[in-house]
């Protein structure tokens, strides 16, 4: 990076930082540290929400997503509109009629104190792994930019965050967000806007669409019925975006405490509602537009010369390995395959704008046939780069957009573009270590620790849980290489393995008024979490084909089916634990 791009990145996220400790004064108790005093207006708890769910994961994989698999991602978030209602409907009153501090407390209402635990301890469990792999994706950026080591990055990244978390607690994460995702949202139009400005004279946005969609990144809907029947294995269809997608932002926006911390915040039920709602109307074209850019991205790199590997670091170790030679004479093949496909590409946006369907048909046949033998080389190259003799990482998809600002865009830009990837990471995990550390605070610490505390010594001891969990994350992210595809996708098949269970136990406490039995409901949830593990290790082992969303409608149903049969055969003969 330039000067001008370090200067532009240090001020802004220094003024971030700045901004963030001004807005934190709070009353020193939990209510303040936790909740903001429950003072915001709705369109601040919206701003909060749509932060807390936009990390730097986001930002820098969903790109590189949709460059590589197309534009069937948003099809996970066509259920979330749905759950935003439900939820305002049907959770939210709940939360604000009892006060809680964490959504967890009102199962111990319900039902008894240890449904409350497990039920916490799930979330504390999922959301601490997810949060690993938010702090992953700012180390990428600086151990890609600065050639660090990605461990040492990490412990940098996390300790930086650790700071920033413990100095305001959720009131400065509310406010931080707001002017993050204003600067958020700016830089990432700047960057569509340069990349549409970066094309041939003679190709505009729309041409660009449909180059894309010739070569399959334009796949916006993909129902998953075919004549075969239900395609279960697909994991982004609109059937599985619907169902698996409308029950994993229930669980997540229902009882995910990360979530649920950010409309507790709202000085009414009504405020509360407005966030929710304009969020389920917002996300989806938001997401949209991000994954567009990665769109845009794939089009430019056919008129541009292409990496053959996007990641630096892993190409400089197979350089470095006895298949030098073996990524060399690729490398040579795939440039002379990206020359073709430069004098293909601009052939066929003159046949298609001329009007000539036969010249523009037999040049897009020629395109798709030039994107396989690529794809093809960049497969084999990833699959080298993963093998003993090399022994790296064979995933780029995270670093594809982060590559392209890097060798493409402006100087100043560039810098602008890397804090917003800090910003989203920061207003994320922040949130997210601010809920993990209530909920270690509300639902185990004041529950099973005898000793009464006075509110100035429960505010600095949610301090330090917020230090605790920071090192976790840390330690998570050390170990967070190797899961699903991207990140985008790794945190999403992590919520799915525990969100439809949790999930479960709302339903039941919410919708199945008559059912009292804590035990029966205890013991379902520990049931349904085991089926959706057993479930997904035979999906890894190949036994049958499922995608990750439906793990959710699962964990949902086995909790419910179990209860039920608990409820009626055992009723209350099952021991206490």
Request: with cysteine; net charge positive.
């Amino acid at each position: 990076m330039s000067s001008l791009d370090w200067i532009v990145l240090v001020v802004t996220l220094l003024g971030i930082i700045a901004y963030g400790l001004y807005k934190s004064r709070t009353s020193r108790n939990l209510e303040g540290y936790f909740l903001s005093n429950r003072s915001l207006p709705w369109g601040l708890v919206l701003l909060s929400i749509m932060g807390t769910q936009a990390s730097a994961i986001t930002f820098l994989s969903a790109p590189g997503q949709a460059y590589t698999e197309g534009m069937g991602f948003v099809q996970y978030y066509f259920g979330l509109p749905l759950a935003m209602i439900v939820i305002s409907l049907f959770f939210v009153p709940v939360y604000r009629k009892l006060k809680v501090y964490t959504a967890y407390e009102f199962l111990e209402t319900r039902f008894d104190g240890k449904t409350r635990t497990l039920t916490s301890f799930l979330f504390l469990l999922s959301r601490g792994l997810s949060t690993g792999l938010s702090v992953l994706a700012p180390s990428i950026i600086l151990s890609s930019l600065l050639g660090w080591n990605i461990y040492w990055t990490n412990i940098f990244m996390g300790g930086l965050l650790i700071i920033y978390t413990m100095s305001g607690g959720a009131k400065a994460v509310a406010y931080t967000q707001q002017l993050q995702l204003i600067i958020i949202f700016t830089g990432m139009f700047l960057a569509g806007y340069m990349l549409v400005r970066m094309l041939p004279d003679n190709v505009g946005f729309i041409d660009s669409l449909k180059v894309g969609g010739k070569l399959g990144r334009l796949n916006v809907i993909d129902t998953g019925i075919s004549k075969e029947g239900i395609d279960w294995s697909g994991k982004y269809n609109l059937l599985s975006g619907i169902v698996g997608g409308f029950f994993l932002a229930l669980s997540y926006f229902g009882t995910d405490q990360s979530q649920v911390g950010r409309y507790l915040t709202a000085k009414s039920l009504r405020e509360s509602r407005m966030g929710l709602i304009m969020n389920g109307f917002v996300k989806v074209p938001m997401q949209f537009l991000i994954l567009l850019i990665g769109v845009l991205v794939f089009t430019f790199y056919q008129f541009n010369k292409a990496p053959l590997f996007y990641n630096d670091v892993q190409v400089k170790k197979i350089l470095n390995s006895p298949l030098r030679d073996s990524f060399l004479l690729a490398e040579k093949d795939y440039n002379l395959l990206a020359e073709k496909k430069q004098s293909t590409v601009a052939g066929y946006i003159s046949a298609a704008d001329a009007g000539d369907k036969e010249v523009s048909g037999l040049m897009a046949d020629s395109l798709q046939a030039l994107q396989a033998q690529s794809d093809s080389i960049r497969k084999q190259v990833k699959t080298w780069i993963g093998s003993k003799a090399v022994g790296g990482d064979s995933k780029d998809t995270d670093y594809i957009f982060l590559r392209f600002v890097v060798d493409y865009l402006p100087a100043g830009l560039v810098g602008l573009l890397i804090a917003i990837i800090f910003l989203a990471s920061w207003g994320s995990i922040a949130a997210a270590i601010n809920s993990l550390a209530s909920c270690s605070m509300v639902d185990f610490h004041k529950r099973f620790t005898k000793k009464d505390e006075c509110a100035e010594a429960e505010y600095r001891l949610s301090k330090w849980y917020t230090v605790g969990w920071g090192i976790f994350s840390i330690v998570v992210a050390m170990f967070a290489y190797n899961i699903g595809n991207s990140l985008i996708e790794a945190v999403n098949i992590l919520g799915s393995l525990f969100y439809g269970v949790i999930l479960g136990v709302f339903v039941i406490a919410l919708f199945f008024k008559k059912i009292t039995n804590g035990h029966a409901v205890f013991w379902a949830a520990v049931l349904a979490e085991l089926v959706v593990i057993a479930v997904y290790l035979l999906v890894q082992f190949n036994v049958f084909a499922l995608g990750f969303l439906w793990l959710n409608p699962v964990g949902v149903i086995g909790v419910v089916f179990f209860t039920l049969l608990l409820n009626t055969v055992l009723k209350k003969n099952i021991p206490a634990v």
